[in-house]
Every structure is written in C-alpha cells, then in structure tokens.
C-alpha cells in the first residue's frame, strides 16, 4: 500500500462516532480507527486539498470522538504529516479515463487529491469507487482501498 492516501469523506462521517463501548477488534468501525491511528502516528501520510477539508468541515461539523478531533488538528497543524494536493489540470482526457473507469463524477475531486508523481491510495468503502480501483491504478497510479 502507498505510504500516502487520500481518506473519503464517508470513512471518516463513519468514524464519527462516540466512543463510549469497548470494540470488537475486527468490526468496521476499528477498522477506520485503526487508519486515523495510523495517520496521527506518521505510518500514512495524509493527502487532502481545500475542495476536501470543505467537505470533511460540512459533512462532519461536530466531531465525535477524540481520533476525529485529532485529525482536524492534523490537518490544521501538521504541514509535516499532511501534505495539500490537487491536480492542477484536469482535463477532458482525465476525465474521460475516470469515467471510462466507472469512477463516479461526484468523487472526481477525491481523485484528484490522490494523483501524485509517484502514486498513492484512496481509502474508501464506496463500492462504487472501490470496483474502479484497477482502471484507476492504470490510469492514474492511484489504488483504492477498504479501510483495514
């Protein structure tokens, strides 16, 4: 897996939750803890753009729990372990490659967040973007993942 990946908004409104009873180990729901511990450790580092932070500040308005917290201090104070990215231009060639993919529109700017030089990961439980993840790796050096 790329060392660098972009997180989808919906793992993290799904990790927005409160932590108030013990997990069982192998669910989902520590599963996405599991990624945002990794991501506050330096194991992964996160790519997000201004197009995204917007999103993640809409969709999760009021964080839950600690490890959302932390991630929104992340991103606000850490320029050493996030890293701000956007594919410049995207242009109707990159778009057709998407679509070709199956990759669907409304996500194109998660997309772009994750096209890097060198490649890198978009974490997601999306079917929809997870069934795209070979197109998109030929495409654009971008794999798509489930959080583990």
Not at 28 to 52: C, D, I, N, P, W
Not at 57 to 79: G, H, T, V, Y
Request: hydrophobic share 35%.
């Amino acid at each position: 897996m790329p060392r660098e990946c972009v997180v989808d908004t919906t793992v993290l409104q799904k990790a927005n939750a409160p932590l108030n009873r013990e997990l069982r180990e192998h669910s989902q729901f520590a599963s996405r803890l599991r990624l945002l511990t990794h991501l506050m450790e330096g194991r992964l580092t996160l790519l997000v753009s201004s197009k995204l932070f917007q999103e993640y500040r809409r969709q999760i308005p009021e964080p839950r729990n600690d490890k959302i917290k932390a991630l929104f201090e992340l991103i606000s104070s850490r320029p050493d372990r996030v890293i701000f990215n956007w594919k410049p231009r995207w242009s109707g060639a990159d778009r057709e490659k998407a679509r070709g993919c199956r990759y669907p529109k409304e996500d194109d700017h998660v997309l772009r967040t994750a096209v890097r030089p060198h490649g890198a990961a978009i974490i997601t439980e999306e079917q929809r973007m997870l069934n795209a993840d070979s197109c998109i790796y030929r495409e654009f050096r971008v794999h798509i993942f489930e959080p583990w």
